[in-house]
């Protein structure tokens, strides 16, 4: 079990970046996969970007080539830069992690975060 808090969400125009950060607690850090996922008003949650151990990345086609996934193993955290901000980035957006990483990008993590609010405006 892993507690997962996220933080960086916030309000921004469209072509703007933010960064959010997801800090995990426990000292197995390292061997987990993780994940972003998010989910907008009236819509189910989606996936959006997943790292594994090994540092492999995968992203939702909608945000290939705007959005990175990075993970900093001494300090317990993944961040997802997000850049070139549109509106349908709006959602509340979820850390989560699990020991297999193809729980991960399937959706069925063990482990989630409370969610962050990202807000892009027109």
């Known amino acids: 079990q892993v507690q997962l808090v996220e933080s960086g969400g916030g309000l921004v125009q469209a072509g703007g970046s933010l960064r959010l950060s997801c800090a995990a607690s426990g000292r197995t850090f390292s061997s987990y996969a993780m994940g972003w996922f998010r989910q907008a008003p009236g819509k189910e949650r989606e996936f959006v970007a997943a790292?594994?151990?090994?540092?492999?990345?995968s992203y939702a086609d909608s945000v290939k080539g705007r959005f990175t996934i990075s993970r900093d193993n001494a300090k317990n955290t993944v961040y997802l830069q997000m850049n070139s901000l549109k509106p349908e980035d709006t959602a509340v957006y979820y850390c989560?992690?699990?020991?297999?990483?193809?729980?991960?990008?399937?959706?069925?993590?063990?482990?989630w975060g409370q969610g962050t609010q990202v807000t892009v405006s027109s």
């Open positions: 790292i594994s151990r090994g540092r492999s990345t």
């Open positions: 989560a992690a699990d020991s297999i990483p193809a729980t991960v990008v399937a959706g069925r993590p063990a482990n």
